[in-house]
């Protein structure tokens, strides 16, 4: 099983649309969650943290639940510019300090007009 | 714009030479990664520095060896690599502290080519 898991799309929704991506995390000791977005040929950049409670960023929404380690985000109102793959990512700290984080394969969006 | 520099952006090399991929930071993060990422797959994590030593090394193959000679500056040193070894080469760097993790910021990366 993979440490981190993603339906990879694409998913192809016209603009205004909402969209959901899931994540499934398989290491109980991971402490923190993130979501990442990837441009084509581009770095990978931080879209936002998830925390326990659930976080709204403007149209985007995440979730967490550490109990069935499932990750989620919703993006409302999709736009043009919302075209990417997004990556889920889930970080384990180990003895030393710094940061192990693990990307799950990424879900492609696609928004039409 | 990224705060983590990346040199070269393109690199072509061939299976007998010996190259080096830079990566800068100077906002003052004591922890520095190499990603390697193939085309249509997710990075995949190489090596962690942590207050300049080596803290994690995923069993990558000897031909990629990591130098960081201070908290700003990573090196990836290439030797005998192989066809297969062609992909995006991304730094990042972070904070390093006793709370939950830190958010990685990336390099815009190495487009590596072997021939």
């Known amino acids: 099983r993979k440490e981190v898991e993603q339906d990879p799309g694409p998913f192809n929704v016209p603009e205004g649309a909402t969209v959901a991506f899931n994540c499934t995390y398989s290491?109980?000791?991971?402490?923190?969650f993130f979501w990442y977005r990837q441009d084509c040929r581009k770095e990978p950049k931080l879209l936002m943290s998830?925390?326990?409670s659930g976080n709204e960023d403007g149209r985007f929404t995440a979730q967490l639940n550490r109990a069935s380690q499932y990750i989620s985000l919703l993006i409302r109102d999709s736009k043009l510019s919302d075209s990417a793959t997004y990556l889920c990512?889930?970080?384990?700290?180990?003895?030393?300090?710094?940061?192990?984080?693990?990307f799950g394969t990424g879900t492609q969006l696609k928004v039409e007009l | 714009d990224t705060e983590v520099t990346q040199t070269p952006k393109h690199l072509v090399m061939g299976m007998t030479n010996k190259k080096s991929l830079k990566c800068e930071q100077h906002?003052?993060?004591?922890?520095m990664y190499w990603y390697k990422q193939k085309a249509k797959k997710p990075p995949e994590l190489m090596f962690v520095?942590?207050?300049?030593?080596?803290?994690i090394n995923e069993s990558v193959p000897s031909r990629f060896s990591p130098e960081c000679p201070n908290s700003s500056l990573l090196y990836l040193h290439l030797h005998a690599l192989q066809p297969e070894d062609s992909a995006l080469y991304l730094c990042?760097?972070?904070?390093?502290?006793?709370?939950?993790?830190?958010?990685?910021?990336f390099g815009s990366g190495t487009q590596l080519s072997v021939l």
């Open positions: 990042a760097s972070s904070q390093v502290s006793s709370g939950v993790g830190e958010k990685l910021f």
């Open positions: 906002m003052g993060h004591r922890a």
């Open positions: 998830v925390y326990s």
């Open positions: 290491n109980s000791a991971s402490q923190s």
């Open positions: 520095y942590s207050y300049e030593k080596l803290s």
């Open positions: 990512v889930v970080n384990t700290r180990f003895t030393g300090g710094g940061n192990k984080l693990t």
